[in-house]
């Protein structure tokens, strides 16, 4: 097997070969030899913007959203933010579907129902605290029909407020309501409000799990028109994006339309894991 040579190797042999180059082009050269290899040996996904957008959303709405989008994605995209995840592989034709805030003893049964018509896998990010009397079943339910059952928190704070013994507190309880009821304990967390900061990052990281993000904003929270949903989600949809959806009514009413049309485009539903090629559970 051959070898792969670093780029300062690369660059050293041309540059102390037949022609006599400066400093300057020796930088370069350099730079841009990095780039090639990080392009084809690194085996992480270049990482998206967060999309989603509507006309139909307030124009401070707006303002907050592309701020927030563009404080979180920078320390993520910098390095700062280490294990933090947002979409999958551009290069393939796939997409994912995450939805918080379950469960409940209504729209997440609808959403399960949609999903098996269609026969697509998903990713539900639960509340530990709202685990308890008639949700457990669904909840077994969501399991048991290979969705994924991830991490929301169990009390759904914004995690950035909050002290580090309070966070590993969250995140600790909630993977533990999850593991007694379906016996896996979830790796993949998702902070609630997608609020994050490098204290919260390092807390998931401590505790062995993922921070999962999304790449494109279903508007379900705020949109209450169905068909201004599936819009969103068609006219901002890319090969490896991570759909978020939450599980409220306007999902319910939206989301057979937005498989049935991403499929007719030829896009493949992978559960989150495939999609990103990582383990959901210790």
Same mark, same amino acid.
């Given at each position: 097997?051959?070898? @792969?040579? +670093? ?11 037949t ?11 350099? @730079?841009?030899?990095t ?6 040996f ?11 957008? +509507? ?6 709405l707006t303002?907050?959203l ?35 805030d ?16 269609h ?16 949700? @457990?079943?669904?909840?077994q ?10 991490n ?19 995140l ?22 997608? +609020? ?15 921070t ?5 904003? +279903? ?9 201004a ?5 068609l006219?901002?949809?890319?090969n ?18 937005? @498989? ?23």
């Open positions: 097997m051959r070898r @792969i040579q +670093s780029p300062m190797v690369i660059c050293q042999r041309l540059c102390g070969g022609f006599r180059s400066t400093d300057f082009m020796k930088k370069q050269l350099i @730079i841009f030899l780039l090639v290899y990080i392009t084809l690194s085996g992480c996904a270049p990482l998206y913007e967060i999309r989603g957008d +509507s006309p139909l959303l307030d124009a401070n303002t907050f592309h701020k927030w989008r563009t404080d979180t994605i920078t320390p993520v995209r910098n390095g700062t933010y280490r294990n933090v995840l947002v979409n999958g592989n551009p290069k393939n034709k796939t997409v994912a579907l995450t939805f918080d379950s469960p409940d003893e209504n729209n997440t049964y609808k959403l399960l129902d949609i999903l098996d018509t026969d697509v896998k998903a990713a539900f990010f639960m509340i530990g605290g709202t685990m308890r009397d008639g949700n @457990i079943s669904v909840v339910r969501t399991d048991r029909e290979g969705h994924l059952v991830l929301h928190t169990f009390n759904h704070p914004r995690l950035s407020d909050l002290n580090e013994s309070a966070i590993i507190s969250q600790d309880r909630a993977a533990g309501r999850i593991e007694t009821i379906t016996g896996h304990y979830p790796l993949l967390c998702r902070p609630p409000y997608g +609020s994050i900061n490098p204290l919260v990052v390092d807390c998931v990281n401590q505790q062995g799990m993922t999962l993000l999304w790449s494109l904003d +279903s508007l379900d929270w705020t949109l209450k028109d169905p068909d949903v599936v819009h969103n989600v006219s901002n949809i890319r490896g994006d991570i759909i978020l959806m939450h599980r409220n009514r306007t999902s319910v009413a939206s989301l057979s339309n937005i @498989i049935e049309q991403l499929k007719k485009q030829g896009y493949t539903f992978q559960r989150l894991d495939e999609l990103l090629e990582v383990k959901a559970y210790r």
